[in-house]
C-alpha cells in the first residue's frame, strides 16, 4: 500500500501563492506517475497537472503558466506551487500516486481544501 497525505491548503487571496504537498508512505517504489487533480463543489474532478517519473510535466490549460508541479524522491514528496491564483481554483485538491504492479487507478490521498477569496 502506498498512503498519501495532502497538505498545504487554506484561504489565500486572489493573485496569491500556496504550496501543496503530497507525502508519501508505505511501499514507495517503481511509481511511474504522480497527479494532482481538484474538484469545486458541483464540478467533475479534473487533471490539473502530472509528472512522471522520468519528469515528464503535463498540466490542464487552466493552470499552465501558474502551476508547477515537483517531487522530490529523497523526501517522497510530491509538490504543487500555485501561482496568480482565482477564484476559480478554489477546489480540494488531491494527489494520486501510480505504481508498477499496484492499482491501475493509483493510490489517493485525502484531500486538502484550496480557497482563492479576498
Known amino acids: 500500500q502506498v498512503h498519501l497525505v495532502e497538505s498545504g491548503g487554506g484561504l489565500v487571496q486572489p493573485g496569491g501563492s500556496l504550496r501543496l504537498s503530497c507525502a508519501a508512505s508505505?511501499?514507495?517504489?517503481?511509481?511511474?506517475?504522480m497527479r494532482w487533480y481538484r474538484q469545486a463543489p458541483g464540478k467533475q474532478r479534473e487533471l490539473v497537472a502530472t509528472i512522471t517519473s522520468d519528469g515528464i510535466t503535463n498540466y490542464a490549460d487552466s493552470v499552465k503558466g501558474r502551476f508547477i508541479i515537483s517531487r522530490d524522491n529523497t523526501k517522497n514528496t510530491m509538490y504543487l506551487q500555485m501561482n496568480s491564483l482565482k477564484p476559480e481554483d478554489t477546489a480540494v485538491y488531491y494527489c494520486m500516486w501510480q505504481r508498477l504492479g499496484g492499482p491501475l487507478n493509483g493510490y489517493w490521498g485525502q484531500g486538502t481544501q484550496v480557497t482563492v477569496s479576498s
Open positions: 508505505g511501499s514507495i517504489f517503481n511509481i511511474y506517475a
